[in-house]
């Protein structure tokens, strides 16, 4: 007899393999599937992070969105001009490391760091934060973000919380050809 022979489950593991299928997706194992396991792109996990040029009272901006949107409900717009950019850009080691994978232990042990880029021009103090009084709308957000302190006059500063530092670090290199481009 030619052929190739076929195994035959019994019933018990052929359910069980129905069961590891994804309802989404039916063809894949969930333990496969992206969507199942929270790293699809485009999700609430696994954001797309994109930028968006633009213009504020005359000066350009570059604006970061999530997934097309705004990075939070009640921040419409994260967008900063030249100068936030740099700032921004000097951090970035700090911001990975704030922003994933981080837990919320990490993030208050924090500690804070100076970073200097002279090929931007710019001396940064980043450390964790904790406003006890910050309230949005009725609701009372307890949770560090960064602080970045421009030095040494403090003038300009700028607050990431972990969507934010995963925003920027998943945009670097727009925000370089952005900056490069418009801000010389």
Not at 9 to 25: F, H, Q, T
Not at 111 to 136: C, D, H, W, Y
Request: hydrophobic share 40%; aromatic share 10%.
């Amino acid at each position: 007899m030619t052929g190739t022979a076929r195994k035959v489950l019994p019933a018990a593991k052929a359910s069980v393999v129905a069961e590891e299928r994804c309802p989404l997706n039916p063809s894949m194992y969930k333990r496969e599937c992206s969507h199942c396991q929270g790293t699809a792109r485009g999700t609430s996990q696994n954001p797309n992070f994109s930028v968006v040029e633009a213009f504020y009272h005359g000066s350009p901006v570059i604006e970061v969105l999530k997934n097309g949107a705004a990075i939070h409900a009640y921040d419409l717009h994260f967008r900063f001009g030249c100068r936030k950019a740099r700032i921004i850009l000097a951090c970035l080691p700090a911001l990975k490391r704030f922003g994933w994978p981080s837990s919320e232990k990490d993030r208050t042990e924090f500690e804070p760091q100076v970073f200097t880029e002279s090929k931007l021009g710019v001396t940064i103090e980043v450390f964790a934060v904790m406003n006890p009084n910050f309230v949005r709308g009725d609701e009372l957000i307890e949770q560090y973000w960064l602080d970045l302190k421009e030095l040494p006059s403090l003038e300009i500063h700028k607050g990431l919380g972990v969507m934010k530092c995963r925003a920027v670090w998943s945009v670097q290199d727009e925000i370089r050809v952005w900056l490069a481009r418009r801000c010389r």
